[in-house]
C-alpha cells in the first residue's frame, strides 16, 4: 500500500513537497508568484512577500539539491503593463535564484510584459518545458500533451473547526479514467500558489475551474494533496465534498 | 463675552430672549407660540452671544428651534437689509440622512410664515435658500448649490468631508456664523464622531470669524465629555462652552412586565405564546404602540406574529435599517398619519425622525443600556410635558433581573457614560490625506490642528509621523515611493498631496462604515432567497447550517457573487452567532446588577426574613408586579441552594462535567465587551498552563471555558489566571488567527486606505480576488511589527472599542479585594444556564492549524480503510 503520510507525496520519481513545488529530480517547479500584487492593490499594501518567496525558494534549492528552477507562469501580477515595484522584485527574484542555478520560466496569462525585464538576463519565456515525459505549462488554454503539471488554478481547501474556518494551499492531480483521448492530456498535477499573500479558490465549494484543461476532468478523476507541515493526501474531490 | 471652559448654563426669562430677536421674528414667534421651550430658554441667548453651546434635550422639546432660532434671525436681519450674501451662514451637520429632508421642512415652514408676516406689512426681504446635500442629492442639485450656495446648509458628516476639498464649494464656507451638529448622542461613541470631529477641525481651520458651535443631543453622560468632544481645543486649550442640560423635563413611568411567573417551569412554546399575548394586549389598550426589539430578526418575528394573533383590525408593520429607503419612509407616513396600530424596530426609529404621536413603547428585551432605554421610552408622548410611557417586556430569568435593576436605574436618572474613541489611526490616515489635497502643510501646522479635535488631544507626534510614513510609503524598504499618497519631507517637516488621483480616491474612500458587498443566496432550485454579507460569505465551508430571514439553509457552493443553498430545517446552526449585532450590556449597569445580586444575597440568607419578605421588598423597592418579583426571589432560591450567588463581593467560579469536557462557567457580570477580553485572556493562559485547546463562550454575564476531560484547575490555577499582569501582551496573543482579527483588521486596512474598496470607480472586491487577510497581518506584522498603523489601530479597536480593555482590567483590579468562590456542581446552576447554551466563539490556542487537517486526513483514512475492509469481505463471500 502506498503510505498515506509522508513528508512529499510521490509520483513515481515526482514529488509534491510541502515547500509549494514539485520536484523532478533536480528541478523544482513552482508557479504563481504574481509578485508586485501588493502594488496591483488599489491602495497602499506595502510590498511584503518579495524577501519570503526568495526565502522559500533557497530552502528548496538546499532541501532537494536542486540545480533547475522553472516558474510555471504567473511571475509578476500586473497584466497591462510593468509597474515600477515589478522590475524591482522580478530583478531581485531572478538575481537571487541565479545565484543558486539556472531559471525557466514559462509564460502564464499575467505575464504580457515581462519579456522586456527577463531580456537582460536572457532568460526566455517558454509556451511549455518538457521534462521527461511532463509538458510544463500555465494551464489557461488546452494543450496535446499526455502528461502535464500546471499552475494557474491556486487552487486550496478550507475547513471548518469550531466557529473558525481554515485555508490549506493543495497540489491537485487529476487521472482519467475514461483511458486515452486525444483531446486532453491523460495526467495533470496543479501546483498551489507559491506567492504567500493569495489564499487560493477552495475547490470543496467551488465548482468550476478556470483552467480548461482542468475542467476536463470530473471531481471523482481529481485528488487532493492538502499542504501543512507535509503533504496530505486526501482522497477524491467528489468525497472530500461529501465528507466536509 | 466669550466664556471660558465647560459650564453649565441656565434659563434665560422670555423678555430677554425676545429682546434680542428682529422684531419680525419676534411677532411671529409671539403669534405662534405662548413661551419658549425649555431647551430654547437655555440656548437662544447663549447662541446670540456668540457661545458655543450643547443641548441635551428630549425630542418634541423645540430642540430645531432651539438650535436654529439665533440663525434664523440674523439671516432674517440681514436679508432685511438686504445684506445677504452668496455663501453659506448655517451649516448643519446630522449623521441620518433621513432626518436632513425633515429639518429643511421644519425650517421652511417658519421662514415661509416670517414672510408672509413681513408682506403683510410691506417689509422686503431677500430670499432665504435652504439646500441639503448627502450623498443622494443628484448631480444638477450639486452644481447649483456650488454656483449659489445655500444659506443653511443641510449635510451629513461624510459629505462635510467631501465638500471640505472641493475647491469651489469650501470657499463659501469660509464665514460661517453657526455649526449646528445633531443627535451628537449617535455618532461620539464611534469613528463617524471621530471622523467628523476632524472635519470640523478643518472647517474651523478656514473660518474668517467666530464659528459658534451648537451641538444637540438626547439623553446622554457626561455631557462635561461630549461638550469637549463638539468644541475641542484652541491652542491646547477648551474651548468654552455652555451646557443645557434639559434631559429630564420630560417625566417618566417605566415598568417592567414578565409574561410568565417562572421561565424555568415553561416550555418555550408556552413562552412565546404568552410574551405574544402579553405584546397584543399592550397594543390593544393603547392607541399607537412603538416595540424594540434588539435585533432585525427579532423584529420580523414579533411582526410575523402579531399580525397573526390580532388580524386585520390592528394594522401592524416593521421598521428597520435592512429594509428598502421607500418601505421606510411609507411605514412613517402611516405611523404619522396615525393609520398604524402598532410598529415594530430594531435601533432606526430610536434616532430623531418625527414618528407623530405614541402612546406606549414597548422594550421587548434589556436595552443593554439605561441611555438607551430612556432614549427608546423618549419616543412616547411626544408633547413636552406628556408623560412618557415604557414597558419593559423580559424574556428569560436574567432578562428579567436586569431589566428590574435597568428600570430602577432609569427612574432614578442614574446614567451610564459613554466613551468617546481615542485617537483612532485609520480615521486619521483619511483626513491626512484630505489635508494634504487641500495644501501643503509643515508638520507642526498639521499636529496642532488635529490635536484640537477632542478625541486626538493626546495624539503624540511620534504617532503622527507614524502615520504620515506609512501614508508616504516610506515603511517600505525601497527608495521608490510609489504607494504614496502624499510626500512627506521630514528634514524640512513638510507633507502634501501626491498625485493627480488623490482627490478621486478621496472623494470615493471617505468615511467609516465598512459597506460590505452584497453575496446572493439562492436555493438549489434557483430561488433568491436573500443576501449575506461578503466577509460572512467568504468564510463558510461547504456544509455549514446558518440562518437567514428566520430560515436555516445548508451551504453548498458557490459561484461568483452568488452562494447555493438548500433549506434546512431544526439543523443547529454551524456558523458564529457573533454576526447578528447583539448589543452589549454597558459596564455601569452591569456593576449595579452585580450589587443588585448581593442585595438579594444579604435578604435571602438572613435569618430573619422569609420569601414573603423578600418579595414584598423587591416590589417596593423595585416597583415590580407580584410574580416577578416572586420570579426573581425564586431564581435566587434556587441559585443560592443549588451553588453560591455571584455578588459585587463574591466572584463566583463553578466547574461541572458535561459530554467528557470540563467546564467553567465565571460568573463575571461585567459586559460583553469586558468580558470577551477577560474570557480570551484566561482561555488562553489556561490553554498554556494546561498545555490543552479550550474553547470559550461569552455573554454579558459571564463566560464559559471548556477544558478536555480531566484538565482541572484548581483555586490556585484559577487565581493565577485572573492576574491583571501581562493582561495586554496575552490577550494579543489570544487574538492571533482569530476571526474577529480578521475582520477588523479588514476594516481597518480599508478605512486607513490601505486597500481601497472603491479605485476610480471600479466598485470592486479586493478580498474576494483570493488575498489573505491572514497571510497580509503575518507579513505585516514580520516586516514591520505591531507598531505599523494600520495593524496598532486594528488592535486598539478591538480592545478598546469591541472589547472594553479598561473596565475589564479594571474587574481585574477589583478582583484583589473580592471573594473567589469556586464552587464543584453536578451540573450548571440556574445562574449558568444562559451561558452554557451559547455556541463557542473563536477557539483558543492550541487547536492549531495542524491538527484540523490530520483530524480530517484521518477521518478519510479510516474511510478508505473501511472501504477496503468492505471490498475485501465482499470478496470473502
Redesign the interface.
Known amino acids: 500500500m502506498i503510505p498515506?503520510?509522508a513528508e512529499v507525496a510521490r509520483i513515481g520519481n515526482l514529488m509534491m513537497i510541502p515547500g509549494k513545488a514539485v520536484v523532478i529530480e533536480d528541478i523544482a517547479i513552482i508557479s504563481d508568484l504574481h509578485l508586485g500584487?501588493?502594488?496591483s492593490?488599489?491602495?497602499?499594501?506595502?510590498?511584503?512577500?518579495i524577501?519570503?518567496i526568495v526565502e522559500a525558494v533557497e530552502r528548496i534549492f538546499d532541501a532537494y539539491g536542486i540545480k533547475t528552477l522553472i516558474v510555471n507562469g504567473d511571475m509578476k501580477h500586473e497584466f497591462s503593463q510593468n509597474?515600477?515595484?515589478e522590475w524591482?522584485d522580478v530583478r531581485y527574484f531572478v538575481e537571487n535564484v541565479l545565484e543558486l542555478g539556472s531559471l525557466r520560466v514559462v509564460r502564464g496569462n499575467h505575464d504580457n510584459y515581462l519579456a522586456a525585464i527577463l531580456s537582460r538576463y536572457d532568460i526566455e519565456l517558454e509556451k511549455t518545458i518538457e521534462i521527461g515525459e511532463w509538458t510544463i505549462c500555465h494551464g489557461y488554454e488546452m494543450i496535446e500533451a499526455e502528461r502535464v503539471i500546471i499552475g494557474h488554478e491556486?487552487p486550496s481547501i478550507?475547513?471548518?473547526?469550531?466557529?473558525?474556518?481554515?485555508?490549506?494551499p493543495c497540489f491537485l492531480r487529476a487521472k482519467s479514467m475514461e483511458g486515452k483521448n486525444e483531446q486532453k492530456p491523460n495526467e495533470v498535477i496543479v501546483l498551489p500558489?507559491f506567492s504567500?499573500?493569495?489564499?487560493?479558490?477552495?475547490v470543496?465549494?467551488?465548482?468550476?475551474f478556470l483552467s480548461p484543461i482542468l475542467n476536463s476532468f470530473s471531481a471523482d478523476e481529481i485528488e487532493v494533496y492538502?499542504i501543512?507541515?507535509r503533504v496530505?493526501?486526501?482522497?477524491n474531490l467528489k468525497?472530500?465534498?461529501n465528507?466536509? | 463675552m466669550r466664556r471660558r471652559g465647560i459650564v453649565q448654563g441656565k434659563e434665560y426669562e422670555d423678555s430677554e430672549i425676545e429682546s434680542l430677536l428682529h422684531p419680525l421674528v419676534r411677532e411671529w414667534f409671539k403669534g405662534k407660540f405662548s413661551s419658549f421651550t425649555p431647551p430654547q430658554k437655555y440656548a437662544i441667548y447663549e447662541a446670540f452671544k456668540g457661545n458655543n453651546i450643547l443641548i441635551s434635550s428630549p425630542t418634541g422639546s423645540g430642540k430645531t428651534l432651539a438650535a436654529f432660532l439665533a440663525a434664523i434671525n440674523m439671516l432674517i436681519e440681514l436679508a432685511s437689509k438686504n445684506e445677504l450674501e452668496d455663501r453659506v451662514y448655517t451649516l448643519y451637520v446630522s449623521p441620518l440622512k433621513a432626518l436632513n429632508n425633515d429639518i429643511r421642512k421644519n425650517l421652511q415652514e417658519p421662514l415661509a410664515e416670517i414672510y408672509e408676516l413681513a408682506e403683510k406689512k410691506g417689509i422686503k426681504l431677500q430670499p432665504i435658500r435652504i439646500g441639503v446635500r448627502t450623498g443622494d442629492t443628484e448631480q444638477k442639485e450639486r452644481q447649483m448649490q456650488t454656483r449659489k450656495p445655500p444659506h443653511i446648509f443641510i449635510t451629513t458628516p461624510e459629505t462635510l468631508s467631501i465638500i471640505l476639498v472641493s475647491p469651489k464649494l469650501s470657499q463659501s464656507l469660509k464665514s460661517i456664523k453657526f455649526l449646528i451638529v445633531d443627535e451628537i448622542h449617535a455618532v461620539a461613541e464611534n469613528k463617524r464622531g471621530t471622523h467628523l470631529s476632524l472635519s470640523v477641525e478643518r472647517l474651523q481651520r478656514i473660518q474668517e470669524g467666530k464659528m459658534v458651535r451648537i451641538g444637540l443631543s438626547a439623553t446622554i453622560s457626561p455631557l462635561e465629555e461630549v461638550a469637549k468632544f463638539l468644541v475641542g481645543y484652541e491652542n491646547g486649550k477648551e474651548r468654552g462652552c455652555i451646557i443645557a442640560d434639559v434631559s429630564f423635563s420630560k417625566p417618566i413611568d417605566i415598568k417592567v412586565i414578565s409574561p410568565v411567573e417562572d421561565f424555568f417551569r415553561e416550555s418555550s412554546e408556552s413562552i412565546s405564546g404568552k410574551l405574544y399575548e402579553t405584546l397584543a394586549d399592550l397594543i390593544k389598550s393603547s392607541k399607537t404602540t412603538l416595540i424594540f426589539t434588539n435585533t432585525r430578526s427579532a423584529t420580523e418575528r414579533v411582526v410575523y406574529n402579531l399580525r397573526k394573533r390580532l388580524g386585520k383590525d390592528f394594522p401592524i408593520k416593521a421598521h428597520h435599517s435592512s429594509l428598502s429607503r421607500n418601505v421606510r419612509l411609507e411605514v412613517e407616513d402611516e405611523l404619522k398619519n396615525g393609520e398604524l396600530r402598532c410598529v415594530v424596530s430594531s435601533t432606526s426609529l430610536e434616532l430623531g425622525i418625527d414618528i407623530g404621536y405614541i402612546d406606549l413603547v414597548v422594550l421587548l428585551g434589556s436595552p443593554k443600556s439605561i441611555n438607551r432605554a430612556l432614549q427608546r421610552i423618549g419616543r412616547s408622548g411626544h408633547k413636552l410635558h406628556e408623560v412618557s410611557v415604557g414597558r419593559v417586556v423580559v424574556v428569560d430569568h436574567d432578562d428579567l433581573v436586569e431589566c428590574t435593576v435597568l428600570t430602577n436605574e432609569a427612574l432614578n436618572r442614574r446614567l451610564d457614560r459613554i466613551k468617546i474613541p481615542q485617537k483612532p489611526l485609520d480615521v486619521l490616515c483619511q483626513h491626512i490625506v484630505g489635508m494634504a489635497i487641500e495644501k501643503k502643510w509643515t508638520i507642526d501646522e498639521a499636529l496642532k490642528l488635529i490635536r484640537s479635535s477632542y478625541p486626538y488631544r493626546n495624539l503624540t507626534k511620534e504617532e503622527f509621523i507614524s502615520v504620515l510614513r506609512?501614508?508616504a510609503?516610506h515603511?517600505?524598504?525601497?527608495r521608490?515611493r510609489?504607494?504614496?499618497?502624499i510626500w512627506l519631507d521630514e528634514e524640512e517637516g513638510t507633507f502634501g498631496r501626491r498625485g493627480k488621483l488623490l482627490r478621486p480616491i478621496y472623494y470615493l474612500n471617505v468615511g467609516t462604515i465598512p459597506d460590505e458587498v452584497a453575496i446572493k443566496v439562492i436555493t438549489t432550485e434557483g430561488k433568491r432567497v436573500g443576501k449575506v454579507e461578503e466577509e460572512f460569505a467568504e468564510?463558510?465551508?461547504?456544509?455549514?447550517i446558518f440562518v437567514l430571514a428566520g430560515r436555516t439553509f445548508r451551504?453548498?457552493?458557490?459561484?461568483g457573487m452568488n452562494i447555493i443553498v438548500e433549506e434546512v430545517e431544526g439543523e443547529k446552526p454551524?456558523?458564529?452567532s457573533w454576526f447578528s449585532e447583539q448589543l452589549p450590556l454597558s459596564y455601569d449597569l452591569a456593576l449595579r446588577i452585580q450589587r443588585f445580586r448581593g442585595e438579594m444575597e444579604r435578604i435571602l440568607n438572613s435569618e430573619l426574613l422569609e420569601f414573603e419578605d423578600a418579595v414584598w421588598y423587591l416590589k417596593k423597592n423595585y416597583n415590580l408586579e407580584r410574580s416577578s418579583a416572586e420570579a426573581i426571589v425564586r431564581y435566587f432560591s434556587e441559585q443560592n441552594l443549588f451553588s453560591y450567588i455571584p455578588t459585587d463581593k463574591r466572584f463566583l467560579i463553578e466547574n461541572f462535567q458535561d459530554d467528557g469536557s470540563e467546564c467553567y462557567v465565571f460568573h463575571s457580570l461585567v459586559g460583553r465587551r469586558a468580558n470577551s477580553a477577560i474570557s480570551r485572556v484566561v482561555g488562553f493562559r489556561a490553554g498554556m498552563m494546561k498545555n490543552c485547546s479550550v474553547?470559550i463562550a461569552v455573554n454579558d454575564n459571564g463566560f464559559l471555558l471548556k477544558l478536555p476531560y480531566r484538565k482541572k484547575l484548581t483555586k490556585e490555577d484559577i487565581t493565577d489566571l485572573l492576574k491583571p499582569e501581562n493582561f495586554v501582551e496575552h490577550l494579543v496573543r489570544a487574538l492571533d488567527?482569530?476571526?474577529i482579527l480578521r475582520r477588523r483588521f479588514r476594516h481597518v486596512?480599508v478605512r486607513s486606505?490601505?486597500?481601497?474598496r472603491n479605485?476610480?470607480g471600479r466598485e470592486?472586491s479586493?478580498w474576494r480576488q483570493?488575498?489573505?487577510?491572514?497571510?497580509?497581518l503575518?507579513?505585516?506584522k514580520?516586516?514591520?511589527g505591531n507598531d505599523f498603523p494600520v495593524l496598532k489601530e486594528t488592535y486598539r479597536e478591538i480592545m478598546e472599542d469591541s472589547m472594553d480593555l479598561e473596565n475589564a482590567i479594571d474587574f481585574l483590579e477589583r478582583l484583589k479585594r473580592m471573594e473567589i468562590r469556586i464552587a464543584r456542581i453536578p451540573y450548571p446552576s440556574p445562574f449558568a444556564l444562559n451561558i452554557f447554551i451559547l455556541?463557542?466563539?473563536?477557539?483558543v490556542l492550541m487547536?492549531d492549524?495542524?491538527k484540523?487537517?490530520?483530524s480530517?486526513?484521518e477521518?478519510?483514512?479510516r474511510?478508505?480503510e473501511l472501504r477496503a475492509e468492505v471490498q475485501e469481505d465482499f470478496k470473502a463471500l
Open positions: 498515506l503520510i500584487i501588493e502594488q492593490t488599489p491602495g497602499s499594501v506595502p510590498r511584503l512577500q524577501r519570503e509597474m515600477p515595484y524591482d491556486h478550507r475547513i471548518r473547526s469550531g466557529y473558525a474556518s481554515y485555508t490549506y500558489a504567500p499573500m493569495i489564499s487560493g479558490s477552495d470543496i465549494s467551488t465548482f468550476s492538502a501543512e507541515d496530505y493526501r486526501m482522497g468525497e472530500l465534498r465528507i466536509v | 506609512y501614508l510609503g515603511s517600505d524598504f525601497e521608490k510609489v504607494y504614496g499618497k468564510r463558510l465551508v461547504r456544509g455549514d451551504f453548498l457552493r458557490s459561484r454551524t456558523v458564529p474553547k488567527r482569530t476571526e486596512a486606505l490601505m486597500v481601497l479605485y476610480l470592486k479586493v483570493q488575498l489573505n487577510a491572514d497571510s497580509l503575518r507579513l505585516i514580520k516586516n514591520f455556541g463557542e466563539e473563536d477557539i487547536e492549524r495542524k484540523i487537517i490530520r480530517l486526513y477521518k478519510i483514512t474511510l478508505i
